[in-house]
């Protein structure tokens, strides 16, 4: 029994299962749980980790829906989908007690965290040759988002068996980059410095990633042009996203 489990006049707490459930309807859509023993440094006596992930363009068409319900929404912030993130945590959880702790995957979080290999732990996906990890839904077109540090209990959903979908795929990816920044076999690591390189001399891959269209694994879930140039340059795809919405 936790000690804290009645906390805010005396109501109960939501459980990480709960609280996945209220963040999912803005797009935090996919989500695991990773064992917490690791994670002493980032709350003593952890056993549980949460990881929050948003899968395709949900969370990105809410933040759009939100926006254009409030356009005070466009100015005043630097990350403007973090931040929207951060609302949403806000309102799902607003009074963590002492015995939670929210990091979410944002530049300005006080503490940095490794989120593709704890959400590998939590069952949200396997490593890719793109570099990403790989949802089994959602493919490359997931987006990590937050982590809950919990000392509650809960049995950890991951990692997932298996080698991942890369093993037997003959690598569309590949071939689509034109800055062979993706390794020739399938245990390769993508290399993010021919990546970086090849970004500050192509216009294609400043504002897309031709590799990241190529893997079919969830490509349903692609995001749009848009959305991809946000994430992939912040300064001109912050731009053009403030452009599209402004009335
Ligand atoms: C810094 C950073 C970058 C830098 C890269 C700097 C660098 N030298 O690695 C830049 C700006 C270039 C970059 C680019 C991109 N990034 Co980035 N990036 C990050 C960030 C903030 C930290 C990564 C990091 O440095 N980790 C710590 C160091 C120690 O890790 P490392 O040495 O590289 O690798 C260690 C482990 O991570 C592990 N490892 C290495 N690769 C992989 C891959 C997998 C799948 C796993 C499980 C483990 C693993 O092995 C290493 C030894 O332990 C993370 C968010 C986060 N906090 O995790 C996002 C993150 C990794 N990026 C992400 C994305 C999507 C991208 C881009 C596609 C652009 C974009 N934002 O849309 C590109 C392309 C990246 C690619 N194909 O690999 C996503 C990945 C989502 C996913 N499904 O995996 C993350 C998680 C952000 C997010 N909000 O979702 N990124
Ligand atoms: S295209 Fe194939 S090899 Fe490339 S990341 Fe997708 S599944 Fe892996
Ligand atoms: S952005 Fe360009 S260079 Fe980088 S992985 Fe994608 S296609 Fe390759």
């Not at 100015?75 to 806000?90: K, Q, S, T, Y």
Request: glycine residues 10%; proline residues 9%; contains cysteine.
């Amino acid at each position: 029994m936790l000690e804290h489990s009645l906390h805010n006049d005396q109501l109960p707490e939501p459980t990480l299962a709960e609280l996945a459930a209220r963040l999912a309807p803005v797009g935090l859509n996919a989500w695991g749980i990773a064992d917490g023993a690791p994670w002493q440094d980032i709350l003593p006596g952890c056993r549980s980790v949460l990881v929050l992930g948003s899968g395709g363009p949900t969370l990105w068409q809410a933040l759009n829906d939100a926006v254009r319900a409030d356009q005070g929404l466009l100015d005043g912030h630097l990350h403007p989908l973090d931040d929207f993130v951060a609302r949403a945590i806000a309102e799902a959880d607003p009074s963590p007690p002492p015995y939670r702790r929210w990091l979410r995957c944002a530049g300005d979080e006080a503490q940095q965290i490794d989120f593709r290999s704890l959400a590998q732990a939590a069952g949200l996906g396997h490593p890719s040759r793109l570099g990403l990890l790989l949802h089994p839904e959602y493919g490359p077109w997931l987006g990590l988002r937050a982590a809950c540090f919990s000392q509650e209990d809960v049995r950890p959903t991951g990692p997932l068996r298996g080698l991942g979908p890369c093993l037997n795929c003959p690598a569309p990816c590949m071939c689509a980059c034109p800055g062979n920044a993706v390794p020739a076999a399938s245990w390769g690591r993508f290399s993010i410095l021919k990546c970086s390189a090849f970004r500050k001399i192509s216009t294609p891959c400043r504002i897309g990633c031709d590799a990241r269209r190529a893997c079919p694994e969830g490509a349903q879930h692609a995001y749009d042009a848009l959305e991809l140039h946000y994430h992939q340059d912040k300064r001109s795809g912050r731009v053009a996203w403030r452009r599209s919405l402004r009335t």
